[in-house]
């Protein structure tokens, strides 16, 4: 086996190896951003529901006091 030979049958599939890892992280921080900013309207949409709710809360209980 010559060098070029064993230098071919180590450091391509190293090479690609590493290649497909380098792939995989900068599609793994592109999907966390993704998730980042989903989390970021969902917190926004939860915020907006309890302040309804809260609301919602203080006519039924002034309601309540009008009947009573």
Known sequence: ???LQLY????????LLLLGQWLNF???KDLRVSVEQRLLVIEADLREFYRVIGKLEGRMDALEHKRS
């Open 1 to 3: 086996m010559t060098n």
């Open 8 to 15: 071919l049958a180590v450091g391509l599939p190293t090479l």
């Open 26 to 28: 900068n599609a793994t």
